[in-house]
């Protein structure tokens, strides 16, 4: 298995509040990626990062923001959480642009109250 | 916007039977790759087959199979000999070029329950 852990697993948290989320990789992979998946929508990219401090912006990145100062993390930010963001979070790592497999982590459970 | 249709978002399956998948896309890119992942119950996301869209041959992966039609924009996974274990959600997922760094574009998937 891909090295990629996440955290927290699970969050509940209340409207109006900050949440980071933490994507930890050991593979030295370039590429990394956060989705969210919600029930009928399958997964949505939200930010990824093609390398140290070089971020973009996917599908749904309005209320998201990212980081990412080390190769091995990427940090994604709620700046006021909503009850809209309530979901599951993925990280996905890739290690070059020919990759053929995304590897995704074990996923965030956030609950926004 | 890309889109990644799956149209049967249930299917119930004999064990042994063999299973397809449907998956069909909208892409004006001439190069892209197309991937299929499984989520079990637990969660996670298993990667199952790739299919870049210049291959010349459609993937093998064990007992997955990927059915590319690239003038139908179509890429239906087959399963042989359907498992109980092969009981999950499947979903269908385009990059925009040939690997996947730019991030990848899912449909909504196919919940496939194997019955014995």
Redo the contacts between chains.
């Keep these: 298995d891909a090295g990629i852990t996440q955290s927290p697993r699970h969050k509940v948290t209340e409207t109006g509040t900050p949440v980071t989320l933490r994507c930890h990789q050991t593979e030295n992979h370039r ?1 990394m ?1 956060w ?1 969210r998946q919600d029930p ?6 939200i930010h ?1 990062s ?1 390398g140290v401090k070089d971020t973009d912006k ?2 749904v990145s309005d209320g998201y923001s990212v980081s990412r100062s080390k190769t091995e993390d990427f940090l994604l930010t709620l700046e006021s959480a909503t009850s809209s963001q309530t979901s ?1 979070y ?1 990280c ?1 790592i ?1 290690d ?9 982590g ?2 965030t459970r956030l609950t926004v109250l | ?1 890309q889109k ?1 249709t799956q149209t049967q978002p249930g299917m119930f399956v004999q064990e042994k039977e063999a299973v397809t998948l449907d998956c069909t896309y909208d892409t004006s890119d001439p190069s892209y ?1 197309l ?1 299929w ?1 499984k989520q079990p119950s637990s ?3 298993i ?1 199952l087959i ?1 299919q ?1 869209s210049y291959d010349q041959q459609n993937a093998t992966e064990g007992r997955y199979s990927l059915n590319f039609q690239k003038a139908r924009k179509s890429a239906n996974l087959v399963i042989s000999a359907s498992q109980l274990g092969d009981s999950a959600m499947y ?1 269908c ?1 385009k990059s925009y ?13 196919t919940h496939l329950i194997i019955q014995p």
Excluded: C, W
Excluded at chain 1, 40 to 45: A, F, M, Q, T, Y
Excluded at chain 2, 97 to 109: E, M, P, Q, R, Y
């Design positions: 590429y990626y989705y009928g929508h399958g997964l949505r990219l990824y093609y996917g599908e599951v993925f996905a890739s070059s642009r020919r990759s053929n497999e995304q590897f995704f074990p996923g | 916007a990644i790759g991937f992942y969660g996670e996301m990667f790739y870049g979903f997922a070029i040939g690997g996947g760094a730019d991030g990848l574009t899912f449909g909504k998937g």
